[in-house]
């Protein structure tokens, strides 16, 4: 079908509309599927005629993207955001533009699935099953383009990252690649009034997204406040629970803790040293790793005791509990939580590498896995260490050779 002036009219003024909506929402992601779906459905239905004078070709898909990009700006322009548009350009404009080529693939026939849409009898449902699987593709490409510069950023592994995209945004853009298909085939019974019902569903849905994302954002701001207590009272080093957090999490990814329990991970990592605010002195430099058994044992047991007076937070409680406990008491007891050891190992080797200690210059990652690795799995999981070996040899911290060495 080409692309009318009116059918233009309308997708464009819903996806400004919707542009508009998202720009308002909080939280610390906003990729609200309407525009993404109005877009899809224009691009897998309709096209604007070519020097050809085939719709089908694959330069008619142009209408569609133009729209698209239009859209986006506009609504940036009036909400004066200009600097952030660049990603949802990206995102939109990827979703577009696969949908747009494979619906233009000729099929085994020799008809596209653009063609049959508009000249459906008796195959109704397979062209929606088609179109379905061309939407989800669609929808699923800039969340795997996202995950491989994120694993690429991060040097941790592409499988782990795009699990977690797929977690995070998964669901969204699943209604958002369903909805373009309804969309698409009601375009042909409905003409352009089918891009304003079809959103209502999506309309009622994204509100409850974001009020989802407000309250996970709250609840990291009061962990990230309570994590820096120990470091405000300078019990601890300054940064240490953020770097071991930013350890811990890559650790976690690579040794298959599903995504949806990475934020846990992350959390108890930020709260185990906030124990020491019930210490009668002062840990020299905030380093724990230096500590008796005992003494350790007494900072996570506080530090639990305080999580667990908060109900938000009363889950960690026994994690966190449990990071002081050496490996060879964990194995003993068999239901210790692997963030537990995770985050002891991470814990360990900050406090070994961070300002203040004595290890310092190139050589000081080497020397602080080495001490690690003498003390498991006595003291330490050695599973945990072998991954924190090759997480640093990721991250450039290690030589090839130096990580081959240690993991010997």
Same mark, same amino acid.
């Given at each position: 079908m080409t692309l009318t002036w009116g059918?233009?009219?309308?997708?464009? @003024?819903?996806? *400004? /509309?919707s542009e508009m909506w998202r720009q308002t929402s909080s939280g610390p992601g906003r990729d609200a599927p309407l525009s993404q779906a109005t877009a899809m459905a224009l691009a897998m239905t309709t096209a604007w005629p070519v020097a050809s004078g085939e719709p089908g070709h694959l330069l008619g898909m142009v209408g569609p993207l133009l729209l698209t990009t239009g859209a986006v700006l506009l609504a940036a322009v009036w909400r004066r955001r200009l600097r952030s548009t660049q990603r949802e350009l990206l995102r939109l404009g990827t979703?577009?533009? @696969?949908?747009? *080529? /494979?619906?233009r693939i000729p099929g085994p026939g020799g008809d596209t699935l653009l063609e049959s849409v508009w000249h459906a009898q008796d195959a109704t449902v397979l062209i929606a099953v088609l179109l379905l699987l061309v939407a989800v593709l669609a929808a699923a490409a800039p969340l795997v383009w996202r995950g491989v510069r994120a694993s690429a950023r991060s040097r941790s592994m592409a499988w782990a990252t795009l699990s977690g995209e797929f977690e995070?945004?998964?669901?969204?853009?699943?209604?958002?690649?369903?909805?373009?298909?309804?969309?698409?085939l009601a375009l042909t019974a409905l003409g352009p009034l089918s891009l304003v019902l079809f959103l209502v569903p999506l309309l009622v849905l994204q509100p409850a997204v974001n009020r989802q994302r407000r309250i996970r954002r709250a609840q990291r701001q009061t962990i990230f406040a309570l994590a820096r207590l120990p470091e405000e009272a300078g019990l601890a080093m300054t940064g240490h629970a953020a770097r071991v957090a930013e350890l811990a999490v890559p650790i976690a990814r690579d040794m298959g803790v599903e995504a949806a329990d990475l934020r846990d991970v992350e959390a108890a990592a930020l709260l185990h040293d906030i124990g020491q605010v019930g210490l009668s002195r002062p840990v020299p430099g905030g380093a724990t790793v230096e500590l008796s058994a005992r003494d350790q044992r007494q900072i996570a047991s506080t530090g639990s005791s305080i999580l667990g007076r908060t109900a938000e937070l009363s889950r960690l409680a026994s994690v966190v509990a449990d990071v002081g406990l050496a490996h060879h008491r964990a194995v003993e007891r068999g239901d210790v939580a692997l963030a537990s050891r995770i985050v002891r190992v991470a814990s360990a080797y900050d406090d070994l590498t961070g300002r203040g200690t004595r290890l310092a210059g190139s050589s000081a990652p080497v020397e602080a896995l080495e001490r690690l690795l003498r003390s498991t799995p006595h003291e330490y999981d050695p599973e945990v260490v072998r991954v924190l070996v090759h997480q640093l040899e990721r991250r450039g911290s290690l030589s090839t050779g130096q990580a081959e060495s240690l993991s010997r």
């Open positions: 059918t233009a009219l309308v997708g464009l @003024v819903v996806m *400004v /509309l979703s577009v533009i @696969v949908a747009g *080529v /494979l619906v995070r945004q998964g669901p969204v853009s699943l209604a958002g690649a369903t909805t373009a298909v309804v969309m698409a």
